[in-house]
């Protein structure tokens, strides 16, 4: 009960949250590496879950892959990363490390969220005389879209949690609160900024929801 005293009183100090390495500083980091890994990792993920999804051809061998990259810690493909030749490449073996992490859930609900389209629909389509583009945009897309936007509201959230790696290889984020605890000693820090963490993730966990939910009623969806 002391620890987490102690860690409420370290959050609740104004001095903890002003400066370079306050809280709003570190928070803005944070969110700043999860936008750019999420955005990167869908420009790589989507575009190929939905064509494979489309074509119904080597979709399997790709979800596959991605998910056996699930397998490798996070933290494991940093430190080859940082050991490569990218390593004095400031962020972006942290980054690269992120894309392959948050790649697996976009691609898996994508493709299956595409595959999952009514075979009959896809049929009615096509013999109004809609071309493979204009049958993937207009018809599979839509129909797809809830189980897209759930991969994208769990790749997010695993995001936010696993970027605290990045404090790890020298970048900045909340991890950068836990690891300064760790360094002074300081069990409270290390508890609060695990705190700080736990709370983002589940505030951008009810965004998505928040989200999916105004959504139009074929984008909502809970997905798996």
Known sequence: MTTLTDAWSWLTTAAHWSGENGVWHRLVEHLFLTVVCLALSCLLALPVALVLGHL?????????????GRAVPTFAVLVLLLLSPLGPYGEWPTIIALVLFAVPPLLTNAYVGMRGVDADVVRAARGMGMTGAQTLTRVELPLALPMILTGVRIAA????????????AGGG??????????????????????????????LVEGVFEGVQRLAPAGARGSGA
Not at 56 to 68: E, I, P, Q, S
Not at 173 to 189: E, K, V
């Open 56 to 68: 119904g051809k080597g979709g399997g061998l790709a979800v596959n892959l991605a998910n056996a």
């Open 157 to 168: 959230v695993q995001l936010v949690a696993t970027a605290t790696v990045a404090a790890l």
């Open 173 to 202: 984020g909340l991890g950068r609160i836990i690891t300064a605890g760790f360094n002074l000693a300081s069990t409270p820090q290390v508890v609060a900024g695990a705190v700080l963490v736990a709370a983002l993730a589940l």
